[in-house]
């Protein structure tokens, strides 16, 4: 018999598979459009019977990934209004109380979903952990600072998810007092913003925030630069009721456009951050939903009593250099350049890097810089943060080595995601990991998280002021401040 549960809004029909129960697609808000769109997330309708929820719900509405990450991150279009939904998958529903996994999707804050299916819970629900992902609003629809408007939608919508799960949980076999929200790449930026965010606490008491940290917001002058510049090509009032005019998928070649015209000519002087992240509509500083940028309410003592493991990739910026060739069209100078752009002196950290890597091309030091400098100094400002409060961070850092592209690809950006969800026999990681990633690690990584949503810890030591970190690879070690030399040469930068 299919098992049926019954949640606030009625009741929901799943399937069952290998001893999993899964329940798909179930709107844990509105759907964001018509009277509801460009307002906060308002409350999902009920519903008479049994509704089916065996397949994935609509996607929100995105542009596809530009060439060639189309290909190496395939993700679903699923089309359909009612975008603000969840995916549940647990081992029984049968009245337990385990612990909860709640997963946010990355993608830049303009791409992603829920649906991937590398995602699937699976795995987690086969070890005793009830696994839930979600969609959140995208892009301008999500995050277009606009004044007749609540700020940052798409972070409300997740906390709308999450006051969902916390209130309807436990008919799936879940325990509301015990959810662990993790995320990757804008997944972990919108989890490390979730920790600094007031209406965010207690709704979870544990984070994994992989490849993204405390430091990704722009301010709100920026954010109104990018209202009056869309709102300028589209021909429209920079309002919500200016917007409202405008279709989704007109909206989404605006943004589109907008982003591919700051990439183009990064101006400091007009675009200001924006010119070292390239993500024009992430999460913005707008003095309630996100009152200052993340780092800076951990180091005031936000979230301390949440549990947090937090890393990245040892070559996350392979990914964007590699597979387009860029990399072989890197000189000194456009490394210099970049590397003074975020506010480095080149005559400090070039040597540092070519120290460590002696035979590495400039486009091959762009990588390593950049990654340290994007994703895994910013994770150890979250960690050096919580010890001075005096809270535990676990660290990790990921360095299995892609076989692809001629083993160029490296430990490059979102590489991790299968191992930690035990998902590498998915068809879909094959473009960025290869035909054959090892087993072995998927079951020490997966086995680290699945420790740390149920006990708080994954098995090593927590970081202190001796740098422990647990090193992913096929020989995985617990290692003491690696990479401390670059690390020293981002003080004060970053």
């Known amino acids: 018999m299919d098992p049926v549960v019954t949640v606030a809004q009625g009741q929901l029909r799943g399937a069952e598979k290998d001893g999993v129960v899964s329940f798909k697609g ?37 542009p596809p990934y530009p060439s060639p990450l189309n290909l190496l991150l395939p993700e679903p279009v699923i089309p359909g209004a009612e975008c603000l939904n969840l995916n549940v998958w647990t081992p029984a529903v049968d009245g ?27 795995r987690f629900a086969r070890d005793g952990v009830v696994c839930v992902t979600i969609n959140y609003r995208l892009g301008a629809e999500g995050f277009l600072s606009l004044d007749d408007a609540p700020a940052n939608r798409g972070l409300l919508d997740q906390v709308a998810a999450l006051e969902w799960i916390r209130d309807n949980v436990a008919a799936f076999g879940g325990d509301a007092e015990a959810v662990t929200i993790a995320g990757e790449s804008a997944g972990a930026m919108s989890v490390t913003t979730l920790l600094s ?7 979870f008491q544990r984070a994994i925030p992989q490849s993204g940290a405390g430091h990704h917001v722009i301010s709100a002058a920026t954010a109104k630069k990018v209202t009056a510049a869309l709102a300028e090509k589209l021909g429209v009032p920079p309002t919500a009721d200016g917007f409202k005019g405008v279709a989704p998928d007109a909206l989404i070649a605006a943004q589109s456009a907008l982003t591919e015209a700051i990439a183009a000519m990064p101006d400091p002087a007009t675009w200001g951050e924006i010119t070292t ?73 070039i040597p540092s890097y070519r120290e460590a890597r002696p ?65 590498i026999d998915d068809p879909v990681g094959e473009p960025i990991a290869g035909s054959s990633p090892p087993q072995s690690l998927a079951d020490e990584m997966h086995a680290a998280w699945v420790s740390f949503v149920k006990s708080g810890s994954p098995g090593w030591a927590p970081y202190g002021t001796e740098r422990t970190v647990r090193w992913f690879s096929e020989s995985s070690e617990t290692v003491t401040d690696p990479g401390g030399e670059q690390r020293l040469v981002w003080e004060g930068i970053r």
């Open 359 to 423: 035979d590495a091309s400039p486009g091959e030091l762009m990588i390593a810089a950049m990654s340290d400098w994007f994703f895994k100094i910013p994770a150890l400002r979250v960690a050096e943060a919580r010890l001075a409060e005096g809270v535990n961070t676990y660290v990790y850092e990921f360095g299995w080595r892609s076989p692809q592209f001629d083993g160029r690809l490296g430990a490059c950006h979102a590489l991790e995601v299968g191992f930690a969800f035990d998902n």
């Open 197 to 203: 965010m007031p209406a965010a606490a207690g709704l």
């Open 26 to 62: 179930i709107p844990y808000a509105a759907a964001p459009f018509g009277s509801h769109r460009f307002a906060g997330p308002a409350p999902a309708p009920t519903w008479e019977g049994i509704r089916d929820a065996i397949e994935y719900g609509p996607t929100s509405p995105a």
């Open 277 to 349: 992240n390239l993500m024009p509509f992430e999460p913005s500083i707008d003095g309630s939903v996100v009152p200052a940028r993340p780092i800076d309410r951990i180091a005031a003592g936000a979230s301390a009593n949440v549990d947090v493991l937090i890393g990245s990739n040892a070559d996350e910026h392979a990914l964007f250099f590699v597979p387009n060739g860029i990399v072989d069209f890197i000189d000194d100078a456009m490394l210099s350049g970049a590397l003074m752009m975020v506010g480095a002196d080149p005559t400090k950290v």
């Open 96 to 122: 337990g109380r385990r612990p909860v996994l709640v997963w946010i999707h990355g993608g830049a804050f303009t791409n992603g979903s829920g649906a991937v299916s590398t995602y699937d819970g699976s």
